[in-house]
T-cell receptor, first 114, second 118 residues
């Protein structure tokens, strides 16, 4: 069945370096993708989204890249800070006969090393 | 603070019982979403309401139901509780959700309700 998976469950990055979190999805019908950040004890926080008609979208210090050919999504965080330490989830939205479903990946724990 | 409030923060109950979780969306947001987060299942979308009407359904069990009231707050009802229902339940809200194509847009999550079923 459809699934959203992450290549790496944990990632450690030196403060100030750039980080890349990857996500693979399997449903070519997915038309919308979202990255969330979840800090310990808090609810997920929307970071950035991208529609399937785009390849790249930039936010503040974050960039999402979408490669539909290989069904791959990545989140790049520039100049990482201690506050970036969190679990990051990717999610894909599939629209099927008017019913929309959001499927989340299992998450990647990003640790920023001071 | 996302502006989304959820009550209660913690809930401990026994198997077979029924509980109600409450969510107040951000002011002006018409869409409310419910999610379940457990250690073995991760974050799962349950259901979405827009302006009082159900708009999208995810992995919501038949023992669970939700509704959105005229003042836009929402309740998630969980009945015949099982041990496996123990999880964090999050509510999120967003502005986006017109009568046409619904996009999830930017969602703002509440702090969650931690449900423990003993």
């Amino acid at each position: 069945g459809e699934s959203v998976g992450l290549h790496l469950p944990t990632l450690s990055v030196q403060e100030g370096d750039n980080s890349i979190i990857n996500c693979a999805y399997s449903n070519s019908a997915s038309d919308y993708f979202i990255w969330y950040k979840q800090e310990s004890g808090k609810g997920p926080q929307f970071i950035i989204d991208i529609r399937s008609n785009m390849d790249k979208r930039q936010g503040q210090r974050v960039t999402v890249l979408l490669n539909k050919t290989v069904k791959h999504l990545s989140l790049q965080i520039a100049a990482t800070q201690p506050g970036d330490s969190a679990v990051y989830f990717c999610a894909e939205k599939i629209s099927n006969f008017g019913n929309e479903k959001l499927t989340f990946g299992t998450g990647t724990r990003l640790t920023i090393i001071p | 603070d996302s502006g989304v409030t959820q009550t209660p923060k913690h809930l401990i109950t026994a198997t077979g019982q029924r509980v109600t979780l409450r969510c107040s969306p951000r002011s002006g947001d018409l869409s409310v979403y419910w999610y379940q987060q457990s250690l073995d299942q991760g974050l799962q979308f349950l259901i979405q309401y827009y302006n009082g009407e159900e708009r999208a359904k995810g992995n919501i069990l038949e023992r669970f139901s939700a509704q959105q009231f005229p003042d836009l707050h929402s309740e998630l009802n969980l009945s015949s509780l099982e041990l496996g229902d123990s999880a964090l339940y999050f509510c999120a809200s967003s502005v986006e959700g017109t009568s046409g194509r619904i996009g999830f847009g930017e969602q703002f999550f509440g702090p969650g309700t931690r449900l423990t079923v003993l």
